[in-house]
């Protein structure tokens, strides 16, 4: 019979915030030091695919993409009617690099700040009275940066 782990006593209840961010194996401990140290989070909602809240921007482009990234969100929101968003997307993302998934030439980091500014304006035109929280993140020697955009 496998061995059973089981982790600690953590606080339980429902989450008041969502995260939506790259699921980038380079980023994910930054992501939750970032999230759990910084900001306080010791429970959240969490969507990681790749490319982060980009595939909420893809209405016109991959419409499926989009509706099921909405469709995520609004179950997580009905779920857990949540107080915060918190939008991440972070320097080097592969996503950004493969051409297949880029609508416009240019600038990447232009790309995801707009990306992100456009998920933020969805979400507010959808959920009235949530706003979210947009940050941009570096790796740097093993070190991650998150400043707010
Ligand atoms: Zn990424």
């Given amino acids: 019979m496998a061995e059973v782990y089981r982790t600690g006593a953590r606080a339980g209840g429902n989450a ?3 995260v939506i961010h790259c699921s980038d ?3 994910q401990r930054h992501f939750q030091e970032f999230l759990e140290k910084h900001l306080g989070l010791d429970n959240y909602g969490l969507l990681a695919v790749p490319g982060g809240p980009q595939f909420l921007t893809l209405v016109d482009y991959l419409p499926k993409f989009s509706w099921v990234g909405w469709r995520w969100v609004q179950f997580l929101v009905d779920a857990a009617p949540p107080r915060r968003i918190i939008l991440i997307a972070h320097h080097d993302c592969l996503w950004y690099r493969d ?3 880029s609508l416009h030439r240019g600038d990447v980091f ?3 700040v707009g990306d992100l500014q456009r998920v933020r304006k969805a979400i507010s035109g959808r959920f009235p009275g949530l706003a ?3 940050y941009y993140a570096r790796l740097e020697q093993g070190e991650a940066s998150f400043e707010p955009v």
Avoid: H, N, V, Y
Wanted: glycine share 0%; net charge neutral; proline share 0%.
């Fill in 16 to 18: 008041d915030t969502i």
């Fill in 99 to 101: 051409s297949r998934f």
């Fill in 132 to 134: 979210a929280e947009l």
């Fill in 25 to 27: 194996s380079r980023f």
């Fill in 110 to 112: 232009e790309r995801q």
